[in-house]
C-alpha cells in the first residue's frame, strides 16, 4: 500500500523534507511491489503540480529535481524478478 499524500522533494524521514509539490493523489494497493511504485511515480507525474512548488515538468519530477532518473530501482527490480513495471489502474 502506497499512500501518495504530502509529495515533497526529500524523503520525509529528512529535515527538512521541503514542502509538497502536487496535490494529494491518494493511495494505491498491489501486491507487486515494483508495479505500485511505478503506478504510483506515473501518478506523481500526472498530478497538477502546487504552484510555485517546482518548474520540473513530466514525465519523471521526482528525477529531475534530484537530477537522476526515478526508474533506476524499479528496472532493476523488474529484472531480478521482483515484480513487473506493467500494472493496470482499478479506480476504486
Given at each position: 500500500?502506497?499512500?501518495?499524500q504530502d509529495v515533497v522533494p526529500y524523503c520525509d524521514c529528512a529535515a527538512p523534507?521541503?514542502?509538497?509539490?502536487?496535490?494529494?493523489?491518494?493511495?494505491?494497493?498491489?501486491?507487486?511491489?515494483?508495479?505500485?511504485?511505478?503506478?504510483?511515480?506515473?501518478?506523481?507525474?500526472?498530478?497538477?503540480?502546487?504552484?510555485?512548488?517546482?518548474?520540473?515538468?513530466?514525465?519523471?519530477?521526482?528525477?529531475?529535481?534530484h537530477h537522476t532518473n526515478s526508474l533506476v530501482h524499479l528496472e532493476t527490480a523488474?529484472?531480478?524478478?521482483?515484480?513487473?513495471?506493467?500494472?493496470?489502474?482499478?479506480?476504486?
Amino acid at each position: 500500500m502506497n499512500f501518495i499524500q504530502d509529495v515533497v522533494p526529500y524523503c520525509d524521514c529528512a529535515a527538512p523534507s521541503g514542502n509538497p509539490v502536487v496535490q494529494d493523489v491518494g493511495m494505491a494497493f498491489s501486491l507487486d511491489p515494483v508495479a505500485i511504485d511505478k503506478a504510483s511515480l506515473d501518478l506523481i507525474d500526472k498530478s497538477p503540480i502546487i504552484p510555485g512548488a517546482t518548474s520540473t515538468k513530466p514525465p519523471d519530477i521526482l528525477g529531475k529535481m534530484h537530477h537522476t532518473n526515478s526508474l533506476v530501482h524499479l528496472e532493476t527490480a523488474e529484472k531480478l524478478g521482483m515484480g513487473s513495471l506493467k500494472y493496470k489502474l482499478i479506480p476504486v
